[in-house]
């Protein structure tokens, strides 16, 4: 009977260590296809005053986390040998944490994130005054398209920091979906924002259809790579960017669906007529109010939330985010050259020049209307960008991933 046992014990670890070759194998190859590492595969969550960090190495191995503050370490770990990495440290009260993560051997896979815990900044919804304002549409996860069409536009240096001064970027919204990049892209973003503070100007990220369809469970258009990082962290890409508990998620729960800089207005589909009478403020603060309540996550996947409102409030919100004329899905604009007179009352209402959306995706850059509409989303995305340049008035430029600029068509005289 021992020898038995002993056979039948040989025989786990034989399959053990089987299932651990494969699975070594299976990440190795994952790792080598995508770019997982860093920031590419990075999920942090907070709970009460605890700071949860979730990373991938580029190969299994041992790894490392520890966290600072003005260069001092408050709390460091090391974790066992393997592809994905958790560690969780408390807060120590602090607003504001210096991450480093990564491998604990190879310095090429190590890593730095400034966390910030605490609310950001508001930084409004209507600017007055600006000279200069770049605008991208729907980015889907072309996180190096995206480099590269803001270093040769001189948005960014060489190292990724900000050096466009006091210039305002615009993302029209859509940096979820379809490419391989989301995380990385947004981790980006969340970083350029504050550079871009710290220098006087501001990077603006208004909310599209694909960042409500991905908060609400819907994940029908994620790459199957960003949904691979959620396997291995052993989550779902949905509790990836959690509005309250994720550090991405809390960061995008504050961003807006409609933004005024100088004379133009920008949201991701276009401005219905029916939303004349609501005021910017307005629709930002519904749309902040119904992002945090706790039946906004499961309007699409479980109707049964619907018996804690009523029929009417119910419909207010699925027509709010998911009806055709949404902000979020409206395309009229984009589609037709015969809505003149109801794009003249919007802009009229809301005293401004010109609109700026994406949602629609176009072979290039469109200005149509005499200058009063300009549709951003593009079939290869982030491949072009709109610069708005203050020339005693405004003036349209469009700028390609290799640099070059071409003027537009200017804009009519307020």
Known sequence: MARLASVHQQKRWQIGGSILVVLIFTACSFSQTFKVHGDYGLWIKTTDDSIHVH?????????????????????STITSFDFSHRAAFSTHNQSKLDLYYGSYFHTEDQHQ??????????????FQSADTIYVIGDVHGKYDN??????????????????????HLVFTGDIFDRGNDVTKTLWFIYELERQAQSAGGHVHVILGNHEIMVFTHDV?????????LADYHGTTYTHMFDLKSSVLGR??????????????????????????GQSI?????????????????????????????????????????????????????A????????????????DAQALVIGHTALDQIKVSYDAKLYAIDLKNPASEMLALFKKGSFHAYRFELDGTRTRLHPLPPP
Do not use: C
């Open 55 to 75: 990373w991938l190495t580029m190969m299994p191995d041992t790894g490392m986390a520890k966290i600072m503050v003005n260069d001092r370490v408050l709390d």
């Open 113 to 126: 994130k400034t966390v910030y815990l605490g609310s950001n900044d508001p930084q409004g919804f209507e």
């Open 146 to 167: 995206l480099i590269t069409l803001l270093t040769n536009a001189q948005v960014i240096d060489s190292t990724l920091q900000w050096r466009a001064g006091k210039s």
């Open 220 to 228: 029908r258009y994620t790459a199957g790579k960003e949904k691979v």
């Open 251 to 276: 960061w995008l729960a504050q961003k807006p669906i409609l933004l005024k800089i100088e004379p133009f207005l920008f949201t991701h589909g276009g401005v219905a007529p029916r939303y004349i």
């Open 281 to 333: 403020e307005t629709l930002n603060r519904t749309l902040e109010g119904l992002l945090q309540e706790p039946v906004f996550p499961f309007l699409l996947t479980d109707s049964t939330w619907a018996s804690f409102v009523d029929s009417a409030q119910y419909i207010t919100r699925m027509d709010f985010f998911f009806g055709p004329n949404s902000l979020f899905w409206y395309r009229d604009y």
């Open 335 to 350: 589609t037709s050259d015969t809505l003149g007179t109801e794009l003249d009352n919007v802009l009229n209402f809301y």
